[in-house]
């Protein structure tokens, strides 16, 4: 399947702030089971935007903007060819617990940021029921099945730093949420488990707007990495993107920055993807382009404070 995804971020700003530092982690990554055709990043304010890849080798995009804005723009566009040959839960059939994990894997068993090892969360691994002398690809498949039964998936009552303390005292939240679940519990039972961020093509019309997604993939010594989506309990298809792969949310947010001044920012977020028409796959091309988004020398005067000078003035000439 070819794949066009389009995400569009918006930053507004209720005053002008002076500079702002943005990272962004929107490019797919070309791998065994998807290959990018094309990226585009549009940005705006016009800046120079410079690029780099990660220590889990994902593209990630940094540029500043350093005059006076009140509104920050993003566009990014990809062509993804998907295969349906992506690894099932079949395939994985070592015993757990398996021998120590290779040393680069040790990272994918630690706890850091939202993925917390408390007593909440060994209490709900231990009330799991794993069927008795299942295989690696059975006993992930019998997780996700019950933290998929035992959570329900709600917008708002999460927030991007939620940690599986919160999860598990709500039980409810959104895909972030079941997905680091799901990381914990995995790396409780031993098992070297890691975080992907991308998107989900659906059927607008019957399953809603396309959205940016989180599931894990975890690790078979035969097999290699091998996907599960916990949120909607299924094996990966061609229908998932792969964007990022890291510990957790914290490795591979979307957008990641800070900025100067005394404002309070919001973030609007879209997610397009269509089926596009087949085609051969040329080598990757990517470009960089601007937006016509506004910055400024000096913070502009708002009317009201445009009226106030006059008024000033005004009374300044009666008062000569």
């Known amino acids: 399947m070819i794949l066009s995804v389009e995400h569009r971020l918006a930053f507004e700003y209720d005053s002008y702030i002076s500079e702002s530092f943005l990272e962004l982690r929107v490019q797919p990554k070309t791998g065994s089971h998807q290959t990018v055709t094309t990226f585009s990043l549009a940005v705006g304010p016009p800046t120079r935007v410079s690029r780099y890849a990660d220590w889990h080798e994902n593209v990630v995009h940094h540029f500043n903007v350093t005059r006076y804005h009140n509104r920050i723009e993003v566009v990014s566009r990809s062509l993804v060819t998907t ?77 991007y730093d939620s940690t599986t303390e919160d999860f598990l005292k709500l039980g409810a939240g959104v895909c972030q949420d079941f997905t680091h679940l799901m990381l914990g519990t995995l790396r409780l039972m031993g098992i070297p488990c890691r975080y992907v961020s991308g998107y989900l093509h659906v059927t607008p019309k019957r399953d809603g707007p396309a959205q940016s997604h989180a599931w894990i993939e975890f690790w078979s010594p035969t097999s290699g990495w091998v996907p599960f989506d916990p949120t909607h309990d299924r094996e990966i298809d061609e229908h998932y993107v792969v964007v990022g792969h890291g510990r957790s949310y914290d490795d591979v947010p979307p957008n990641k920055g800070i900025y100067r001044g005394n404002a309070r920012e919001v973030l609007r977020a879209e997610v397009h993807t269509t089926v596009a028409a087949e085609r051969a796959a040329p080598a990757l091309q990517e470009s960089v382009e601007t937006l016509d988004v506004p910055v400024f020398k000096e913070i502009p005067l708002r009317r009201a404070d445009y009226d106030g000078l006059i008024m000033l003035e005004a009374a300044a000439q009666q008062q000569q």
């Open 83 to 159: 295969y349906r040959e992506v690894p099932a839960l079949d395939v994985a059939t070592d015993l757990v617990p398996f021998a120590d994990a290779p040393y680069h894997l040790r990272d994918f068993l630690q706890w850091e940021g939202p993925v917390r090892l408390t007593a909440a969360l060994r209490k709900f691994q231990r009330g799991l029921s794993l069927p008795r002398g299942a295989r690696l690809g059975e006993q992930v498949r019998a997780v996700g099945a019950q933290i998929h039964r035992g959570f329900t998936y709600q917008k708002d009552v999460t927030r």
